[in-house]
């Protein structure tokens, strides 16, 4: 687990998320668990590869969430890809609700962590990216280094 700033202890990240969406605004949520899932997220045992969000009936449900089973646990370890319950306010999940029914538009988890010993999840309202978008992200980053690398090169000569 990386710590993050304030005092919070991510447990993972979705790392292909920012690559294929254009991420737009985020929202904090709770999530409801059961307790072997809370000592494996300790143990950092989570992936949010291929992961959603859904609103369905006023309420947010975590798809396709693999928290693997806690290593010292008994037969009452949890199903580790059962869906999950988020914690948010009324009108944070109508906002979401009305966002993913526009079209092109998913929620999308970027990270689970750990603030003040409660597992928060940071959801995205996201849009996917064009094939043609990903090469103009690639572009405009290896461009970044190219300039960071000759302002260096410059500095020490």
Same mark, same amino acid.
């Given at each position: 687990m990386a710590k993050s700033e304030g005092g919070e202890k991510v447990v993972c990240t979705n790392k292909t998320a920012r690559r294929d969406y254009a991420i737009g605004e985020t929202f904090e949520a709770g999530i409801a668990l059961v307790g072997t899932e809370v000592k494996a997220l300790r143990e950092g045992k989570a992936d949010l590869k291929d992961s959603f969000a859904r609103v369905q009936d006023d309420e947010v449900f975590l798809h396709d969430v693999n928290i693997s089973p806690y290593t010292f646990g008994n037969r009452? %370890? *949890? %199903?580790p890809m059962r869906v999950r $319950? @988020? @914690?948010? *306010? $009324?009108?944070e999940i109508r906002k979401l609700y009305g966002k993913s029914r526009e079209k092109g538009f998913t929620l999308i988890?970027? #990270? =689970?962590?750990? $603030?003040?010993?409660?597992?928060?999840?940071e959801l995205g309202i996201a849009r996917g990216k064009k094939y043609v +978008? #990903?090469?103009?992200?690639?572009? &405009?980053?290896?461009?970044? &280094? +190219? =300039?960071?690398?000759? @302002?260096?090169?410059?500095n020490r000569g």
């Amino acid at each position: 687990m990386a710590k993050s700033e304030g005092g919070e202890k991510v447990v993972c990240t979705n790392k292909t998320a920012r690559r294929d969406y254009a991420i737009g605004e985020t929202f904090e949520a709770g999530i409801a668990l059961v307790g072997t899932e809370v000592k494996a997220l300790r143990e950092g045992k989570a992936d949010l590869k291929d992961s959603f969000a859904r609103v369905q009936d006023d309420e947010v449900f975590l798809h396709d969430v693999n928290i693997s089973p806690y290593t010292f646990g008994n037969r009452a %370890n *949890h %199903n580790p890809m059962r869906v999950r $319950k @988020l @914690l948010l *306010h $009324k009108r944070e999940i109508r906002k979401l609700y009305g966002k993913s029914r526009e079209k092109g538009f998913t929620l999308i988890p970027l #990270r =689970m962590y750990f $603030k003040r010993g409660k597992i928060k999840v940071e959801l995205g309202i996201a849009r996917g990216k064009k094939y043609v +978008d #990903r090469r103009e992200d690639i572009k &405009r980053r290896e461009d970044e &280094r +190219d =300039m960071e690398r000759a @302002l260096r090169k410059r500095n020490r000569g």
